[in-house]
């Protein structure tokens, strides 16, 4: 896990950290809290936290092996994802493990949680949708997995995804536009090369309407 990058904003409040691609931590009152810690980010991106949330079952976002780790560091963190992923992993981590969906709210290492959304975004439709949660963080902060839910909350800070198989830019920048949050920070960007970083940057945040700024792997920011 990378620990020295740049911190961002201000010196108060939830620290958030971007992993590589979907993942990132937030961490509060010495309590760290993961979000998708999937196949394409750190292999140690979950381990030190308490709770681990995941929003769907694609490998990008859900990886066992990943949580394996996290569950292993800390024998009292638990996991909250929805029933796809957690009929999959119960029996490896019994007691451990809890099914969330639309409309839910828990409390997980001390961050309040609400579930918003039931499906992932239209590849193709000739691909059959999985099922696919968001969750809003604290009231705060919030991570849509792979879909472009629109809270019924206020968003202060979002986790946009800025590229996918099942998106397009001008999509993203109407999804910001739409959730009307203070700030964005770009997830879901594995895909993306650093030649074309600058085009999505660029046109999100001149046109979003928002704060918008990109976390390298590692650096963090004050939400």
């Not at 010196?11 to 590589?20: F, H, I, N, V």
């Not at 979002?158 to 700030?183: D, F, G, H, T």
């Amino acid at each position: 896990m990378t620990t020295t990058g740049t911190t961002t904003g201000a010196a108060t409040g939830t620290k958030l950290t971007k992993q590589s691609h979907a993942c990132v931590r937030l961490e509060k009152q010495g309590r760290t809290l993961v979000i998708d810690p999937g196949g394409f980010t750190e292999a140690d991106a979950a381990v030190g936290a308490d709770a681990v949330l995941v929003t769907h079952e694609h490998p990008d976002h859900f990886d066992e092996a990943r949580l394996r780790a996290a569950m292993e560091a800390n024998p009292a963190a638990g996991i909250w994802t929805l029933a796809a992923v957690a009929d999959r992993i119960a029996a490896a981590f019994p007691g451990r493990v809890h099914r969330v969906g639309h409309g839910d709210t828990f409390t997980a290492a001390g961050f309040d949680v609400q579930v918003h959304g039931e499906l992932h975004a239209v590849i193709h439709p000739d691909i059959p949708r999985v099922t696919n949660v968001g969750y809003l963080v604290d009231g705060s902060v919030f991570h849509p997995g792979d879909a472009l839910t629109v809270p019924d909350h206020p968003v202060d800070t979002l986790l946009v995804p800025v590229m996918a198989p099942w998106n397009k830019i001008s999509e993203v920048i109407e999804y910001v536009r739409e959730v009307k949050p203070q700030r964005a920070y770009d997830v879901h960007d594995a895909l993306l090369t650093d030649l074309a970083l600058p085009i999505y940057e660029g046109h999100i945040g001149r046109l979003g309407g928002t704060e918008h700024t990109r976390l390298a792997p590692g650096e963090s920011a004050r939400v």
